[in-house]
C-alpha cells in the first residue's frame, strides 16, 4: 500500500499518514492544518530542496518549492560583528605597549591605522548590504 503525505503550513513539514497513529498519540498530535499532497508533488519537493530551493506553502496551505530568502544585513552585521573582533584584537595589545611607554615607531602607526579602521567599521551602515563599501584593515605590508 502506498503512503500518503500531509503538509502542514503551521509546522513546515510533511507528515506521512502512515505515521498518523503515532502523531496523534504524541503530545504535539497531528497537525490541524495538514493538508494531502500527491505522493509526485511530495517527491519533487523533495527533489527541488535538495537543489537549494525552501519548501513554503501558498495562501491555500499547500506547499510550493521558493528560492531561499537571504538576510543580506544579518550577514553584512555578522561581517562587521567578526572585523570589529579583529580590530579590537589588534588595537588592546597596542594600547598597552603605548600605556607603558613601551611603543615603538611601528607600534604607534600600528595603532593609529587599527584605530581609524575600527572607527570606519563602526560608520558601516549594514542595511545597505550588500552594496556595502567596506574599509580595508591595516596590512602589515
Not at 588592546?92 to 604607534?108: D, F, H, N, T, W
Request: proline share 7%.
Amino acid at each position: 500500500m502506498k503512503d500518503r503525505y500531509f503538509w502542514s503550513k503551521k509546522e513546515n513539514g510533511f507528515y506521512p499518514e502512515s505515521m498518523k497513529e503515532l502523531y496523534e498519540n504524541s503530545p504535539d498530535g497531528w497537525p490541524g492544518d495538514a493538508v494531502e499532497i500527491s505522493e509526485e508533488l511530495y517527491n519533487s519537493l523533495l527533489e527541488g530542496q535538495g537543489r537549494g530551493k525552501v519548501i513554503t506553502s501558498d495562501s491555500d496551505g499547500k506547499p510550493l518549492l521558493s528560492d531561499p530568502v537571504i538576510d543580506y544585513a544579518a550577514i553584512a552585521e555578522d561581517e562587521k560583528s567578526r572585523l570589529a573582533s579583529k580590530a579590537e584584537e589588534m588595537i588592546l595589545p597596542l594600547q598597552r605597549a603605548v600605556k607603558y611607554g613601551i611603543a615603538s615607531e611601528e607600534e604607534l602607526q600600528w595603532l593609529k591605522e587599527w584605530e581609524i579602521f575600527s572607527v570606519e567599521l563602526s560608520r558601516v551602515d549594514t542595511s545597505l548590504a550588500p552594496e556595502i563599501e567596506w574599509p580595508e584593515p591595516p596590512s602589515n605590508d
